[in-house]
């Protein structure tokens, strides 16, 4: 009955009329998504066999084994074993029978599966309790209507004892009643022969290994087995196969035959040695060497070469070789580390032969450096003794020092603290540790050899526990493992008994790492644990075991129900509460495993651990910089990334990050979301208990910020944001989202940004693993039909852009660049950019093509609208003597397809452009299909190209411009000149006002050494203006690090605009926060109006309270071209300020030709001002009309001269000054309004010392003559009131008649830092 199918099916049987028969096959099955990628016999090109799902309608097939003739042998010594592939979505059932062929006997169930198993191959082991009558084994598979669920059997073995008795070989012990069983069984306390003979003349037992007598009936697992001396008295080797060589060997250090093919561990997992004896030294420059990083520390030790992040502490080189090529560890202690927090490293066991002594080279250079400890361990105890320390800085050298043991008791390790000072100036380093000779290093291992006679393919050896009587609820056995090699088997655990079990199994290379498992036994009696590898051939598959042990499987510790509390559920064996947020999160909460059973959790919804790509559901974001990448293992870049995932703990299994390489730039963002989310129904007012669990990775001295948000029917919300290193490990974070789910759908958001140290940003990879929600935060929402599809451009330049082959084409198009591969025909360079490295679609006419052959390009189903429907542009090339037909058809929804162009023959080596117009063709359909179907000629001389499909409203003349609906043309003189001439007005937008929500909306940064960008999220300012919170976008002075203290300078600038009216203002919001002892402006000025710059505003400083503060800045009238631009200017050294500017529009600003009223003024371009506007120092007009030829009034002053205007003698405290700068800071102007610059002239009041609170200074002007009573006068004046200690202005009209003065005007207080214009009514 054993059979492993490689020379066909060794008498198993099928019913030749079943058409859903078994079938023998070697790699992978023909189905994608579903079978195993080779046999499990060879793990290779050897055979076994399976059920082909696809084509099949539901129903059962059959193989059976031949007859397997009775036997009176012991019932326990018959198993029946196989090894059977479950993969794929729609995986039926699997069932094995124990067919009995006397009639007598009712058939028994042995096996049975159903549902998708995973991508690998799987074990079990069944005893055969009635094998006293022959019997056949029966495998039946029920499958369903579905191709994804092929089932697949392999390698079906029974044990000797399953057939009748006879001469017992070597490998087996003959009982008293001639039955065989394994000699291994002997004196197990086990009856196997079934007369107690194999239990005779045992000798005294053996107890198990530091294990207390029980206090129950019969033996239970306890104790631990490291190796270290052999093989423990509770294991044994027991031999399966014909192989005597098939064994579990003892070794130590690296057990490769060749150099060049590595396999197996090269040190134990116990002690962390290479092997027993003499301990290399750790240079640190491959990994930790012999000592390990604690992770129980406040932070891990770093492996660095070079100099360290921080600026005067830590090395440049390193101690052993003494460049900067050379590695060393060192203790970061920049942010975010504080005072006392301490890093350890541990070295591996050794032992004291004498005076073993460790050398270690240390670097403690820097203002604030803390303190280097080193301790010694007894690991029996567990019991720390200090050695030595040292505190303070060192200087910056490297220094040896010898640090003895102190002659411990027995296995130690040495300890290796670094505390941190009391600040960033603290970096402790230490290299090249060395022992002694008297310090010896331990360290075994279990390890099957794939280099020796053992090595046969499916050889599998297996490592057996003694038998144990009982075991309690809560029982596990846990143990390290090692798989490193190309040629790796497979490793199984396994339980024996009445209720055979295999716990686990792994295969496939890991890697040289030690990884933990741990396998949940539970209540049992009378059953072994098995520990089995199974070789597939070659010289580098060794696989080794250290550190197996059993925990809390001691009868008397029972599983207690504990009362689990509201939000708590008890384990399903063990019975221990844990939170119902801890259910299917990729953690295993419960001893018995039961939080992640896969049953339970394949009805979670959204989990995703990346282990076959973006989950259903999950996808990136179109509108950041770049995206998120499935990686496993390391990442590209040093020193930063994980080297493993979080879900299996090895280098094989996957996770997703952010690789922050060039071509990134810091801020870049890279974003991907959550499936739609549909909450469960629930009450109003009873909000929901639902969170999300996802583990992170930080790590790297340039890691910028990983940040989740909710996407509701609020827009983003900002949930949780981690920032800058974290160190070489994962988190795992829990956030509520009870508080935002409402009853409808919601969406989350992951959000990564590249960071920055040193002006470096590579080492700053993030990565995501295992996320999950938990039950009350409902399901995945159903799928929304997908919107409209509209007419759009395609260049071809990345994909098809929606555009596909019809399935009636002959053969596809094919995009390419340079050239096709036929001789004199087909372009040479795309339309785009016309050149080789632009990319077009064409049809390839070359055999085995034949004339009359079509390809035919197909858009997505569109809808029409005024946007896409007026035409199509398209550009073509049809170059080659045997040239067939090109023709463009329109196929209406439900209406009869017609050939809107076409064009024949050959039209030269050149691009050519033509339209067509669907608007024409729909015959009252509203939605359509363009259809480009290419024709082949008589030979393959006749490719033919497409490139730059143009979909749009229909085209205008070269000296217009198209508005974005409706077909409409306007003039270029109508665009960004603030008066709508197109629907809806799109030939303004994008040209001043704007938010940065969606683009910079015409704004781009220009000259000087900072650049402008367009972001969101930052620490500072916390939030956009527009609708404050971190997910909305403002423009922002991206300043460069520098060590040094530079100035420097950035500039925004507008597009052109046309012309504006007299009452054109700019509006808009800034942020600018200048660190102490450092400097920040913010300044607008016009350019255009003039020959020279305006300013028309300016900030220094820093805006109150760190707000955003927003501000109407006026431009007046402009009759020419001119541009808006914000210039910022900053001093920088290590800290940056702070300059950002949103919300920006322009109010008031179009210009309309029109007659004159009476009370108007027209300018030289027609257009119309106040009258009282005229003369008053404001180019209103822009054209200047409305300042020239003014007449000279009394009292008119621009302060370029006096003006008749004078100090008041003797009334007041002290004197108006004309200048063009004041002295003092965080006051007064920096320009007049008059030119707009420092050149001109203003009258100012000087307030610093001697001046007192309360002085007063008075300027009078010329005598006024007066007016007539029907006429009104306005006094016309700007002012400028700025500072934080601003007082009063006030204007009074003084009757010269009578000395009479009266208060007509009057302001107090900081108007901020611009120039305020004021008119006010002089009363006659």
């Known amino acids: 009955g054993s059979c492993t199918f490689e020379n066909g099916f060794c008498g198993y049987t099928q019913d ?67 090894w059977y592939h479950m993969q794929g ?36 082991k069944i005893p055969l309790y009635d094998i006293s009558v022959s019997y056949q084994i029966e495998f039946q598979v029920y499958h369903d209507s579905s191709w994804v669920g092929d089932i697949s059997i392999d390698t079906v073995t029974f044990t000797p004892g399953c057939h009748p008795r006879g001469t017992c070989t070597s490998a087996q012990f003959q009982c008293d009643n001639n039955h065989c069983i394994y000699n291994s069984w002997k004196c197990d306390k086990v009856d196997d022969c079934g007369d107690g003979s194999d239990e005779k003349d045992c000798g005294t037992p053996v107890p198990p290994v530091t294990v207390a007598p029980p206090t129950t009936p019969g033996s239970f697992p306890a104790g631990k087995c490291t190796f270290e001396g052999g093989i423990c008295p509770d294991w044994m080797n027991v031999n399966e196969t014909t192989n005597p060589n098939a064994d579990w060997m003892v070794g130590a250090g690296d057990k490769s035959r060749f150099v060049f093919l590595p396999t197996g561990p090269t040190v134990d997992h116990t002690t962390g040695v290479a092997a027993p004896g003499l301990i290399s030294p750790t240079d640190f420059e491959d990994e930790f060497g012999f000592f390990t990083p604690d992770p129980t520390g406040d932070f891990l030790w770093t492996r660095d070469q070079g100099g360290t992040p921080s600026f005067n502490t830590g090395p440049s080189t390193d101690c052993d070789t003494g460049t900067n090529q050379g590695y060393y560890a060192f203790m970061e202690t920049s942010f975010p580390r504080s005072q006392g927090d301490k890093a350890r490293l541990i070295s591996g066991s050794m032992t004291d032969n004498g005076s073993c002594s460790m050398i270690i080279c240390y670097h403690m250079f820097g203002a604030t450096t803390g303190t280097l400890r080193v301790s010694t361990r007894l690991l029996s105890s567990g019991v720390d003794t200090q050695r030595w320390s040292l505190s303070g800085d060192q200087g910056n050298k490297w220094v040896n020092q010898t640090i003895n043991a102190g002659k411990p008791s027995g296995p130690f390790v040495f300890i290796i603290e670094g505390e941190r000072g009391s600040s960033f100036t603290g970096d402790i380093a230490v290299d090249n540790i060395r022992f002694t000779a008297d310090c010896d290093g331990t360290g075994y291992y279990l390890y099957y050899p794939s280099t020796d006679g053992a090595s046969l393919p499916g050889t599998t050896a297996v490592l057996r526990s003694k038998t144990w009587s009982l075991s309690g609820p809560l029982c596990q056995v846990r143990m390290f493992y090692n798989m490193r090699g190309s040629t790796i088997g497979s490793l199984s655990v396994s339980v024996t008994g009445s209720n055979p079990q295999t716990l686990v199994n792994y295969d496939h290379n890991h890697g040289d790492s030690w990884y933990e498992s741990t396998s949940f036994i539970g209540s049992r009696s009378n059953y072994a644990v098995e520990i089995s590898v199974r070789h597939n051939g070659g010289t580098t598959g060794n696989i080794a075991i250290d550190d197996v042990e059993f925990i809390n499987c001691n009868p008397r510790q029972k599983a207690s129900n504990q009362q689990c509390g509201k939000s708590q559920i008890n384990c399903q064996y063990s019975r221990e509460c844990i939170a119902l947020d801890s259910l299917c999160d990729y953690d295993v909460d419960c001893l018995d495993g039961s939080d992640e059973d896969p049953g339970l959790c394949a009805g979670y919804p959204a989990r995703c651990d990346f282990e076959n790509g973006f989950c259903v559901g999950y996808s990136q974001s179109r509108n950041d910089d770049f995206d998120w990448l499935i990686n496993s293992g390391l990442t590209s870049s040093i020193n930063t990334g994980p080297s493993f995932d979080h879900t299996t703990g090895t280098k094989v299994g996957h996770y997703l990050y952010i690789e922050t390489s060039t071509p990134r730039v810091v801020n870049d963002v890279a974003e991907f979301m959550s499936p739609v989310m549909a909450p469960p129904p629930h009450p109003p007012g009873n909000p929901l208990t639902c969170s999300v669990r996802f583990c992170y990775h930080m790590y790297g001295q340039s890691t910028g910020e990983l940040s989740l948000w909710f996407l509701g029917p609020d827009g983003p919300t900002s949930l949780w944001e981690q920032h800058g290193d974290q160190g070489n490990r994962w988190y795992c ?15 989350l958001k992951w959000r990564g940004v590249a960071g920055v140290s040193n002006n470096i940003i590579f080492y700053g990879d993030i990565a995501i693993d295992d996320i999950s929600f938990s039950p009350g935060c409902g399901g995945v929402a159903p799928t929304p039909p997908p919107p409209p599809a509209y007419c759009s451009d395609c260049t071809f330049e990345q994909s098809f852009c929606g555009w596909s082959d019809n399935v009636t084409s002959d053969w596809p198009w094919v995009r390419d660049q340079a050239g096709t591969p036929s001789f004199n025909t087909g372009p040479g360079i795309d339309h785009t950019y016309g050149n080789a490295s632009g990319s077009y679609v064409y049809f390839e006419t070359s055999s085995p093509a034949q004339p009359g052959d079509r390809a035919i390009l197909q858009s997505d189903l569109l809808t029409y609208d005024v946007k896409g429907g007026c035409q199509v542009n398209f550009a073509y090339h049809m170059f080659g003597n045997t040239i067939g037909d090109l023709n463009v058809w329109i196929r209406p929804q439900g209406k009869k397809a017609k050939i809107v162009w076409t064009k024949s023959g050959n039209q030269g080596n050149q691009w050519n452009v033509d339209n067509v117009k669907p608007a024409a063709n729909l015959m009252g359909a509203s939605k359509y299909w363009i259809e480009f179907e290419a024709v082949r000629g008589s030979s393959f001389t006749g490719d033919i190209a497409l490139d730059d499909i143009m979909c749009g409203p229909c085209a205008c003349p070269a000296n217009e411009s198209l508005c974005g609906s409706g077909g409409i043309c306007i003039t270029q003189d109508k665009v960004c000149n603030f008066v709508s001439d197109c629907p809806a007005g799109s030939d303004e937008s994008g040209c001043c006002t704007c938010n940065y929500e969606t683009g910079q909306c015409g704004w781009q940064s220009g000259s000087g050494s900072a650049s402008w960008i367009r972001t969101a999220g930052r620490s500072r300012p916390s939030g956009d203006a527009t609708y404050g919170n971190s997910s909305g976008n403002y423009m922002f002075l991206s300043i460069p690090i520098s060590f040094s203290n530079v100035r420097g300078s950035g500039s925004l600038t507008t597009i052109k605009f046309r012309q504006t009216g ?85 109010e008031n600003c179009s210009r309309l030709a029109k007659p004159c009223a009476a009370n108007e003024f027209r300018c030289f371009d027609g257009h119309c001002i ?36 004078m100090n008041v003698v003797g009334n007041d405290d002290f004197n108006w000054t004309i200048a063009s700068t004041t002295p003092s800071t965080s006051t007064g102007p920096v320009f007049d309004h008059t030119y707009r610059n420092a050149s001109g002239h203003f009258n100012y009041i000087e307030t610093s010392s001697p001046r007192l609170n309360g002085d007063t200074a008075i300027y009078q002007s010329p005598a006024l003559v007066q007016t007539p009573l029907s006429t009104v006068c306005y006094f016309r004046f700007f002012y400028h009131m700025y500072g934080a200690n601003i007082a009063t202005l006030k204007l009074y009209q003084y009757e010269t008649s009578s000395n009479k003065a009266t208060l007509i005007w009057s302001l107090s207080g900081n108007q901020g830092q611009q120039w305020h214009e004021q008119n006010v009514i002089i009363q006659s």
């Open 1170 to 1205: 106040p009258e009282w506007r005229r003369c008053d120092y404001s180019n209103d007009c822009g054209d200047g009309g409305d300042e020239a030829s003014c007449p000279m009034q009394p009292g008119n002053c621009d302060f370029e001269s006096k003006c008749g205007w």
């Open 16 to 82: 030749p009329a079943n058409n859903r028969n078994f079938t023998r096959q070697s790699g992978r099955t023909p189905s994608f998504g579903t079978g195993p990628n080779h046999d499990q016999t060879y793990n290779t090109s050897g055979y076994y066999v399976y059920l082909e799902a696809s084509g099949l309608a539901p129903g059962a097939s059959v193989m059976t084994s031949p007859t397997i003739y009775g036997s009176n042998n012991n019932t326990n010594s018959c198993f029946v074993s196989f």
């Open 1062 to 1146: 007299y009452r054109c203002a700019l509006c808009f919001s800034y942020y600018v926060y200048a660190p102490a002892g450092y400097s920040a402006s913010l300044e607008l000025i016009v350019r255009g109006r003039k020959a020279t710059d305006e300013r028309l505003w300016r900030f220094v400083g820093t805006t109150s309270s760190g707000n955003w503060n927003s501000v109407c800045v006026r431009v007046g009238g402009i009759a020419t071209q001119f541009t808006l631009t914000f210039n910022a200017a900053y001093s920088s050294r290590l800290t940056t300020p702070t300059i950002a500017v949103d919300d920006v529009r322009c």
């Open 733 to 747: 974070q829990s956030t509520d989202l009870s508080g935002y789910i409402g009853n409808i759908n919601y969406q």
């Open 89 to 124: 979505a729609h995986i039926g059932e699997l069932t094995a029978y124990q067919i009995f062929l006397d009639g007598n006997k009712n058939d028994r169930t042995l096996f049975n599966l159903s549902g998708d198993q995973g991508q690998l191959w799987q074990f079990a």
